[in-house]
T-cell receptor, first 115, second 114 residues
Framework: ETGVTQTPRHLVMGMTNKKSLKCEQH?????MYWYKQSAKKPLELMFVYNFKEQTENNSVPSRFSPECPNSSHLFLHLHTLQPEDSALYLCASSQDPGLAFDEQFFGPGTRLTVL | KQEVTQIPAALSVPEGENLVLNCSFTDSAIYNLQWFRQDPGKGLTSLLLIQSSQREQTSGRLNASLDKSSGRSTLYIAASQPGDSATYLCAPKNSGGSNYKLTFGKGTLLTVNP
């Protein structure tokens, strides 16, 4: 596997379910990100982890819970979601957010549908 | 708060044409700016990154320019091909306290017709 991978690629869940999204980066990066992309809206940053520490929570509802056990893996735990949470969830990684030449690389995304 | 505008929202051109995509941003205090392409339902592919101290970057048929003081960047695509059809996104990076955030525009949907 190379680059940034995400599983599952598609997920359908009910409002009372609990599920998790997984992201793994094979680039040796130190920072990982979760973004949400809804139809007709720009990408929205949700969470940032740098060296396994959460450095950003962009006012995300608590029904979304991130976990970063190490610099290579990032999870997004989902529970009691709403239909408006249906979107494409994208994971990204980069070497160091504070560097001027820091470049973010994205995974293929998980298409989430909440019924 | 950074705001990013991309013009045009959609563009359709015949194969072989040269074209320019525009990006403007309101906060010129940026560290860098990335251009991405996104195919339908897929993730983002990084095309070019321009540091705030640079004026332009080139990769193959792509050339991106940056005028930080005026809050503008352009992506020039030479000799367009049907495979270039995608949504193109620009994203400047700002510092938000201890964090460095990309802010995305809504993108330009490019269609290159054979």
């Amino acid at each position: 596997e190379t680059g940034v991978t995400q599983t599952p690629r598609h997920l359908v869940m009910g409002m009372t379910n609990k599920k998790s999204l997984k992201c793994e980066q094979h680039l040796g990066h130190n920072a990982m990100y979760w973004y949400k992309q809804s139809a007709k809206k720009p990408l929205e940053l949700m969470f940032v982890y740098n060296f396994k520490e959460q450095t950003e929570n962009n006012s995300v509802p608590s029904r979304f819970s991130p976990e970063c056990p190490n610099s290579s893996h990032l999870f997004l735990h989902l529970h009691t979601l709403q239909p408006e949470d249906s979107a494409l969830y994208l994971c990204a990684s980069s070497q160091d957010p504070g560097l001027a030449f820091d470049e973010q690389f994205f995974g293929p995304g998980t298409r989430l549908t909440v019924l | 708060k950074q705001e990013v505008t991309q013009i045009p929202a959609a563009l359709s051109v015949p194969e072989g044409e040269n074209l320019v995509l525009n990006c403007s941003f309101t906060d010129s205090a940026i560290y860098n700016l990335q251009w991405f392409r996104q195919d339908p339902g897929k993730g983002l592919t990084s095309l070019l990154l321009i540091q705030s101290s640079q004026r332009e970057q080139t990769s193959g048929r792509l050339n991106a320019s940056l005028d930080k003081s005026s809050g503008r960047s352009t992506l020039y695509i030479a000799a367009s091909q049907p495979g270039d059809s995608a949504t193109y996104l620009c994203a400047p990076k700002n510092s938000g306290g201890s964090n460095y955030k990309l802010t995305f525009g809504k993108g330009t949907l490019l269609t290159v017709n054979p």
